[in-house]
């Protein structure tokens, strides 16, 4: 089993509508990253969570702890938010173990 | 600009023949980190660095080493490559590692192709 699972692994939405795409984790965590990766390759982080919930423009990203998962949602999403997005956890415990990724969400918006 | 710079950003090279990718900050950064993506496996992390002169093997480090003389540079070197190393190659930053994990910032990635 994968320390990280994200979930839808294909999502296909119109533009406007809302996203949630999640992510659970089975390892104790230090802190949890968002990233996005457009097609282009290049990637870019977007949030990092250890505790509540973070705000960016039209992107909330969510973390409980206690359930080991967290959510990223787009509101009012448009095709430029077409990417992959991917959750990332800094393992804790004792030294620095770096961090360990989901297989991301491939997300297309389309107009 | 602050930023990650990797060179080359496209290599194709031949079985065993040693090759260095250079990663280079300009942020101050103490902790930087190299990781590999693959289709269907996603990123994975090969080696990092919490300073100069500390380095430490991630979950893939076989065929790979790395060095940290200075720390704006963190180089990884695939001394005798093989075609399974074929991948996307990424190096990253942040200001430290501690409780708190700062945002990484990715460099642009280097696509390397062994035949």
């Known amino acids: 089993k994968n320390e990280v699972e994200q979930s839808p692994q294909n999502l296909t939405a119109q533009e406007g509508e809302f996203i949630t795409i999640n992510c659970s984790y089975s390892v104790g965590i230090s802190a949890l990253h968002w990233l996005q990766q457009h097609p282009g390759g290049g990637i870019v982080s977007l949030f990092m969570l250890s505790s509540g919930k973070k705000k960016h423009g039209r992107l909330i990203a969510t973390i409980n702890i206690q359930e080991k998962h967290s959510s990223l949602h787009i509101t009012a999403s448009h095709p430029r938010d077409s990417a992959v997005y991917i959750c990332?956890?800094?393992?804790?415990?004792?030294?620095?173990?770096?961090?360990?990724f989901g297989k991301g969400t491939h997300l297309i918006i389309q107009p | 600009e602050a930023q990650v710079t990797q060179n080359p950003r496209y290599l194709i090279t031949v079985t065993g023949k040693k090759l260095t990718v250079t990663c280079s900050q300009n942020m101050n950064h103490e902790y930087m980190s190299w990781y590999r993506q693959d289709p269907g496996l996603g990123l994975r992390q090969i080696y990092y660095?919490?300073?100069?002169?500390?380095?430490d093997k991630g979950d893939v480090p076989e065929g790979y080493k790395v060095s940290r003389k200075e720390k704006r540079n963190f180089p990884l070197i695939l001394e005798s490559p093989s075609p399974n190393q074929t991948s996307l190659y990424f190096c990253a930053s942040s200001p430290s590692w501690g409780e708190q994990t700062d945002t990484q910032y990715f460099g642009p990635g280097t696509r390397l192709t062994v035949l």
């Open positions: 990332a956890v800094g393992r804790s415990g004792g030294g620095a173990d770096g961090l360990t």
């Open positions: 660095s919490m300073n100069v002169e500390v380095t």
